[in-house]
């Protein structure tokens, strides 16, 4: 506002607070669904929103001024990309907090996939490694 002699209104909203670059690009999940089921499920999926469309369609209310024509409404396009589910990981629960016990992996993995992470061959004992450490495990995440 510099040296002003009259007051001006706000510029800004403060619901957006601190108004500062994101550090990264990604989202973060915060808040978890309450899971009820015994099967397991997916709880979340990430997206990010790509655009805007306009959409046209005819008002089908009886009781409103515009009944019978058009109504254009804003949509947002979301783009999520797709799910491979490529094994599970065991964790264990100590006063430090959730520590990685196994990881085993599926054995048919696409080879596109295979070529970005690294398995360092640890599929041979995976999973009586896993069968070992049940005891200690608290949470199974999918990979």
Known sequence: MGAR??????RGSLAYSPRVRAKSMEARIRAWPKLDSEEPKILAHCG????????VSIDDREKVPNAGKQLVSLG?????????????????KDHDGLHAE?????????KNIAKEISLKNKQENAIENAEKSLKKIKEIFAI
Request: some cysteine; charged content about 20%; glycine content about 8%.
């Open 102 to 110: 196994f990881d085993v992996y599926a054995e048919d993995i696409p």
């Open 5 to 10: 002699k009259r007051h001006s209104p706000r």
């Open 48 to 55: 990010f929103k790509a655009g805007c469309v306009q959409i």
């Open 76 to 92: 947002t396009v979301l783009v999520t990309p797709p799910v491979l589910i490529l094994g599970i990981r065991g964790y264990s």
